[in-house]
Every structure is written in C-alpha cells, then in structure tokens.
C-alpha cells in the first residue's frame, strides 16, 4: 500500500510499464510462434513474411527494454537460420 503521493506515482507508473511489457512480449512470441508454423507450411512468400515480422517485433522489444538487445539478436539469427535451412 502507498503511503505518500509518490509512491502512489511509483505503483501507477509500474502498472502501466508491465501492462506494456506484457503486450510487447506477447506479440513477439506469437510472431515467432507464427514465424515456426509457416516453416512447415512450405510456401516461401508466407515464411519470408513472418520471418521479417518476427524480427521487427523482437527489434521493438528490444529497444523497448522488454528483452535484452543481445537475446533479441540471437533470436534473430536463429530464425535466419531456421529460414536458409528451408531455402534448401
């Protein structure tokens, strides 16, 4: 419980980061998610656009500071693998 005005501030302003962090991070597992699922489809158009979805949600959590800048790029590099791999 807050006992002074900012403190009260402090709770306001954590309640409204998480709800962020929360909506960030769930997009940018679900583009991934959609991302992995379009690989075993098969059509090529379709996986190079979730491929660059993904990868601009995981660059706008990173920046965002919702993910580390360093998990978001081995993220990344992952996927591009995952997407070469099934060029072949």
Known sequence: MANNRSAEKRN????????RNVALRSRMRT???????ALTGGDASVVTEAFNVATRELRCAASKG???SRTASRC???????????NK
């Open 76 to 86: 990344v590099s992952r996927l591009h693998l995952a997407l070469n791999a099934s």
């Open 12 to 19: 306001t302003q954590t309640i409204k980061r998480t709800a």
């Open 66 to 68: 919702v993910i580390h």
């Open 31 to 37: 583009a991934v998610r959609k991302f992995r699922e």
